[in-house]
């Protein structure tokens, strides 16, 4: 019979029991009374002999060693009884619980899906991804073809692949829209070991120049634009205007190497050649076979590294002789994603344990106030004969409860949390992130419940049954222990005031750098002005005719009803920007790189940057014209202090081609990438002299409401050729905000916790100034016969509490001061441990506790003397 | 009267698994069986023996079924199990070399004392 077969007929072994004992004392008796006694002296000295009957039916049932189980039920009945006789606190603890594991949670699960969690590959710890070290910086983006040599088969590892990830437009009939595509090389799919879900995945040969176009669609791809529909084999589509044949579909678990940006579609890399001078950033990755080392794996790759440099890439062995090749394990993907989602998840996953240190001592602090009020009943339990250890485990299984509860309806806040996390960090919409309840996020939940529980409960359990019998013969109350009983709970209060002052420095000022962000001045005017991106890759304008479109669009957009001035660019004015390398005539040093975008005429005015010399690009600056520059502040500061840069020349093809181009303007400086980066060297050239076939940027600054403006200006693109593809569509304000979403998360989640962190505090602080009022009835009392002014009771009861606050303060305004030195990198505009932050969260918590104790105060006020005295 | 030595730790569970191995028997026989065959030296609480049964059956080492006595009553039989036997075997045996360690520990304080 097993414990739970015990356990569950528990009734009928104690019928069973019964009826063995009084069989043994029948049996007994009988053999007295044959020795001669009376029947009723017999059956006296049979149980006589037996014992206690009570006693043996217990050590019976302790054999069956179920007695845990039983109590255990027993003690669990016995809390659900106690909270629902008490709804409030049950309410209360359960939120409090709730929003302090539901945000752990919901961190975890972010944490577990971006950096814990395998990809869904066989054998993923056998992966491994190589990254490049040159001096200290580091990084997983490898130039292509540069170092597509790489790639060659060798026997040591047969399996290197590279991949790279980008948008593209993908048409499929008279549809076209914007795909996320990976372009792959011949071995992806075969080292991954995905093979089609439905159809192929794509194998070495479809990877050559000569070979038939083909690609392959992910499911959530094909579920969302072909309905699942299986005849999409063999169909073709168009991908930047190359027509490519589907040949499978990848299996609904795959996601690509990078959880965060999963592809739409995948094509092999050499299937459209790369215009010459351009390159991609690649990353590449291999399998290690079976009994091949990480270190070994190492060894060969920088062979391999080091041989090509001696052979093949010797002319950059210059600039590349110091790289190093390192190779790193991949079993979770792509290495960037653990990069930029470090220092998030780092602070994220402290704040949470800060809120949910914060839970926990409020909950004990309130189970504590309880504990106080049930003293005499635990001293009543104690006196009869139980024993403390009972007592306690008791108390445990009522706050354990109360945990694995608030675990419960955590998991429903941290669904919530996780797409207010998801929203703010502005992942992908198509990024593999949902919330999913899987076995390690329902265990963390449960050990993060089952600990808070027993560490929240242990000291109130420890503190309750310390008082024992004497508590029992009086009325509870410690004689003069108006101050001491509160002991622990205080300890609770500071530590809470602590945590909170922390958290509530760190949401000041994440938020101040956020406000300083947004206040910046970024060099250009970022209102009213409308961004979209045209794609002439499909359209009739072509090649060379790609000139004839800049001219179409500059004549009918400024026409449109709505638009005050458009104008063209490569790139957006404020985004990823390029870079490029240029040579000033006269100078025989590289400068290295500067910030590049390839603008239209009436660019600057149109962006509100201020051309401080020279002239703009005129539609006249093209192709065949002088090629001519315009450069910002930054370049003329470095590269011609104190000199007039007008006329002046550089190149960007090596210190031969230095005389190339000529500088005919100098605009003022501007925020190009990052609000944070101050303004670097740009270079700007016109658009209409290095025009080609690629998608160039439209800005178009508006007058009214630019949702509708855009509509129309989109029309007006579709009637100069329906084959144009139109995307990206947002404001600048928006493509700004995309840049602060990190600053942005930071801000809104800290000031989120530090708001929780307040009102928890609040209801903790009140508490203890509400018991102590309460317990200090008499003395106030006394106080007030002897001619204690109202004031005086009032500073009485706030001065307990402003002393907690103090010492609270005191010490998390150090720790706060010693924590915000790690997030340095994420602050702007404001130096880490700024006084004007620190005395902020200070005030905010001294007001809020003051409120907190204002409520008792006034109800100590209104003590009668006479009432108090006769309390005693 | 001698007074009686309370029974050593652990061995009223070898002392129960050596009388119920020579046949199912109740527990109130196994208490009559107990006290003869100690000669009433060792003092059994009949109070301490059906724990001590209940606990044997739930580590597997009896079986029980409820039976008819020759009175007519049913009673609860318990019988050895298999690992019960094989408990009984090596709990013997060990008690025996134990014994016979004392034994000779003792002996040879005497011969020193001699």
Same mark, same amino acid.
């Given at each position: ?347 994220? !996953?402290?704040?949470? #344990?800060? $809120?949910?240190? @914060?839970?926990?001592?409020?909950? /004990?602090?309130? =189970?504590?106030?309880? *504990? %106080? ?75 993060? !419940?089952?600990?808070? #529980?027993? $560490?929240?409960? @242990?000291?109130?359990?420890?503190? /309750?049954?310390? =008082?024992?019998?004497? *508590? %029992? ?97 490569? *790139? ?301 | ?114």
């Amino acid at each position: 019979m097993t414990w739970w077969h015990r356990l569950l007929r528990r009734k009928q072994l104690d019928d069973e029991l019964q009826k063995e004992l009084s069989f043994h004392i029948d049996q007994h008796t009988a053999d007295l009374v044959a020795r001669g006694l009376v029947s009723k002296e017999a059956r006296r000295q049979a149980k006589l002999d037996l014992g206690g009957p009570e006693q043996v039916l217990e050590e019976c049932r302790d054999a069956r060693g179920t007695r845990w189980l039983d109590d255990l039920l027993q003690d669990v009945r016995y809390a659900l009884r106690t909270l629902r006789r008490n709804p409030g606190f049950a309410a209360v603890a359960l939120l409090t619980l709730a929003l302090g594991i539901g945000v752990n949670t919901a961190v975890f699960g972010l944490l577990y899906d971006t950096v814990l969690e395998s990809l869904p590959i066989s054998r993923p710890q056998e992966l491994v991804q190589l990254m490049w070290r040159q001096g200290t910086a580091d990084g997983s983006n490898f130039n292509w073809p540069d170092y597509q040599p790489l790639l060659e088969p060798q026997p040591a590892l047969p399996g290197l692949f590279a991949y790279l990830d980008r948008e593209a437009n993908l048409r499929s009939g008279s549809s076209s829209e914007r795909v996320r595509a990976h372009l792959v090389s011949g071995a992806y799919y075969s080292t991954l070991g995905v093979y089609g879900f439905i159809g192929r995945t794509l194998v070495a040969a479809d990877d050559r120049p000569s070979a038939a176009r083909v690609a392959v669609l992910s499911y959530a791809y094909w579920q969302r634009r072909f309905g699942l529909d299986p005849s999409v084999l063999g169909r073709t589509i168009y991908l930047n205007g190359t027509p490519f044949n589907i040949v499978g579909v990848t299996p609904p678990e795959f996601y690509g190497l990078n959880r965060l940006s999963p592809p739409d579609v995948t094509y092999p890399l050499h299937a459209v050649p790369l215009p010459d001078g351009s390159s991609y950033y690649v990353y590449y990755f291999t399998r290690l076979r079976a009994g091949v080392s990480l270190e070994q794996a190492r060894a060969i790759i920088s062979n391999r590294f080091r041989g090509l440099l001696d052979e093949e890439l010797r002319g950059y062995k210059s600039w590349m002789g110091d790289v190093k090749i390192n190779v790193i394990p991949a079993a979770t993907g792509e290495e960037s994603v653990r990069f930029q989602l470090r220092v998030p998840l780092v602070v994220l !996953s402290i704040s949470v #344990g800060v $809120v949910l240190l @914060i839970c926990c001592t409020n909950m /004990a602090s309130l =189970l504590l106030s309880r *504990a %106080a009020a049930r003293t005499r009943e635990i001293g009543v339990r104690l006196a009869i004969g139980a024993s403390r250890q009972r007592i306690i485990r008791q108390h445990l299984t009522e706050s354990v409860l109360l945990g694995v509860g608030g675990g419960f309806v955590g998991l429903l806040a941290a669904y919530w949390v996780h797409h207010l996390l998801i929203s703010l960090l502005a992942f992908d919409r198509s990024a593999a992130m949902q919330f999913r309840l899987h076995t390690p996020l329902l265990a963390f939940t449960a050990g993060v !419940s089952v600990l808070s #529980g027993t $560490v929240f409960g @242990i000291a109130p359990a420890l503190r /309750a049954t310390r =008082l024992g019998l004497y *508590a %029992a013969a009086t009325r509870g109350e410690l004689p003069g222990a108006s101050g001491g009983r509160l002991g622990p709970t205080r300890v609770f209060l500071v530590v809470q005031v602590a945590a909170s002052v922390a958290l509530l420095v760190g949401a000041t000022m994440f938020v101040r750098t956020l406000r300083n962000l947004e206040s910046l001045d970024a060099g250009f005017n970022p209102e009213h002005l409308l961004l979209m991106t045209v794609d002439p890759r499909e359209s009739r304008f072509q090649g060379d005719r790609a000139t004839f479109l800049l001219d179409e669009l500059t004549d009918r957009v400024p026409a449109v009803p709505g638009v005050r001035s458009a104008a063209l660019a490569l *790139a957006t004015l404020f985004g990823e920007s390029a870079q490029k390398n240029v040579w000033v005539q006269g100078d025989t040093y590289n400068h290295g790189a500067v910030a590049f975008n390839i603008v239209g005429p009436g660019f600057f005015a149109n962006a509100g940057i201020p051309l401080l010399t020279g002239r703009e690009f005129s539609s006249r600056d093209r192709t065949g014209a002088p090629l001519v520059a315009i450069i910002n502040q930054a370049f003329a500061r470095e590269y011609f202090p104190g000199q007039n840069p007008l006329g002046r020349r550089f190149g960007d093809q090596g210190a031969d081609s230095a005389g190339k181009c000529e500088i005919i303007g100098v605009v003022m400086d501007a925020r190009y990438t990052s609000l944070r980066i101050a303004p670097r060297p740009a270079v700007f050239q016109s658009l209409w002299q290095l025009a080609e076939s690629a998608p160039f940027v439209l800005h178009v600054r508006v007058t009214g409401e630019p949702g509708t403006t855009a509509a129309r200006v989109r029309r007006e693109i579709q009637a100069i050729d329906p084959q144009l593809v139109i995307y990206g569509i947002q404001t600048m304000t928006e493509q700004v905000n995309t840049t602060l979403r990190q600053e942005r998360m930071f801000a809104t989640l800290s000031a989120l916790f530090g708001a929780l962190a307040l009102v928890l505090c609040c209801v903790g602080l009140y508490g203890v100034a509400a018991y102590s009022v309460r317990s200090r009835t008499n003395e106030i009392g006394i106080r007030m016969a002897l001619g204690a002014s109202r004031a005086n009771v009032v500073w009485l009861v706030l001065r307990q509490t402003l002393v907690l606050v103090a010492i609270g303060v005191a010490i998390g305004v150090p720790v706060a001061l010693a924590c915000t030195r790690f997030v340095k990198s994420l602050l702007f505009g404001l130096a880490p441990g700024e006084p004007s932050s620190v005395a902020i969260a200070v005030l905010t918590l001294a007001g809020v506790a003051v409120i907190a104790a204002f409520l008792p105060a006034l109800r100590a006020t209104r003590i009668d003397p006479l009432e108090a005295l006769r309390y005693e | 009267m001698l007074a009686k030595s309370d029974l050593p730790q652990g061995t009223l569970d070898l002392l129960i698994l050596k009388i119920v191995a020579l046949g199912a028997v109740h527990g109130y026989a196994i208490a009559q069986r107990l006290q003869q065959v100690s000669h009433d030296v060792v003092q059994v609480p009949q109070g301490s023996l059906y724990p001590a049964l209940h606990r044997l059956e739930n580590r597997g080492l009896l079986d029980a079924d409820w039976r008819a006595t020759e009175t007519g009553r049913e009673a609860k039989f318990y019988r050895l199990t298999r690992k019960g036997r094989a408990h009984l075997e090596t709990e013997t045996a060990s008690w025996k070399r134990l014994a016979e360690a004392v034994g000779l520990i003792l002996r040879l304080t005497e011969e020193v004392v001699q």
